[in-house]
């Protein structure tokens, strides 16, 4: 099956740095998605990406959907304490009722 | 703002015994999924259900398992004979256009 990867695997910075991780695929997706999940919550969409080349804001949060269709990134500027947990880049190949595939997760920690 | 839920929580059962967990997803979403995460792990795709139906499956998604939608507003997934390996947190989605929003997920814990 298709298959993301994601990094870095997890972050330590310190309050008000940005921060930036991506996905790459081996294959192309239609849609990008990023959600964080934290502690025994479910995932909560953060930003949802759905032509090659575009650059959305949500916030201090931007995201980008790769012109190949093959890779995102998601930065994260002036972090806050708020930010900790874990961050999801997701894709869906294609519409209809495709499910999503996940990447295994960026842990961002934040140092005061 | 609407928002998926999902009962209980938490489950405890036995293996070999059969679980049900429930979700009612937002009220005017036409899909419907679930997804399960193992403790520390991604979150992977069981199954998703559009018009009554099943859609498409995982290869998680085997005869143990099975979803209904049993009137308008619940969707239940079922687990005939539980597995150690099916303790996990299991996540129903939902989705009108293109975004899927989760469920908080129920902790299933098989001793």
């Known amino acids: 099956g298709q298959q993301l990867n994601q990094s870095p695997q997890s972050m330590f910075i310190q309050e008000g740095e940005d921060v930036s991780m991506n996905c790459t695929s081996s294959?192309?997706?239609?849609?990008w998605l990023w959600y964080k999940q934290d502690p025994g919550e479910g995932p909560v969409l953060l930003i949802a990406?759905?032509?090659?080349?575009e650059l959305t804001s949500n916030g201090r949060l931007t995201a980008q959907f790769g012109i190949t269709r093959k890779d995102s990134f998601l930065n994260i500027s002036a972090s806050i304490p708020s930010d900790v947990g874990i961050y999801f880049c997701?894709?869906?190949?294609?519409?209809?009722?495709?499910?999503?595939?996940f990447g295994k997760g960026t842990h961002l920690i934040i140092q005061p | 703002e609407p928002e998926v839920t999902q009962t209980p929580s938490h489950q405890v059962t036995q293996m070999g015994q059969e679980v049900i967990l429930r979700c009612v997803p937002i009220?005017?979403?036409?899909?419907f999924y679930w997804y399960r995460q193992i403790l520390g792990q991604k979150v992977e795709f069981l199954v998703s259900?559009?018009?009554?139906?099943?859609?498409?499956k995982s290869e998680i998604f085997d005869d143990q398992f099975s979803v209904e939608r049993p009137d308008g507003s619940n969707f239940t997934l079922k687990i005939r004979s539980t597995k150690l390996e099916d303790s996990a947190m299991y996540f129903c989605?939902?989705?009108?256009?293109?975004?899927?929003?989760f469920g908080p997920g129920t902790r299933l814990t098989v001793l």
């Open positions: 989605a939902s989705r009108m256009a293109n975004e899927q929003f």
């Open positions: 294959s192309i997706f239609n849609t």
């Open positions: 990406l759905y032509k090659a080349g």
């Open positions: 997701a894709g869906q190949l294609g519409g209809g009722a495709d499910g999503l595939t």
């Open positions: 009220s005017n979403h036409l899909y």
């Open positions: 259900f559009y018009n009554n139906e099943i859609s498409e």
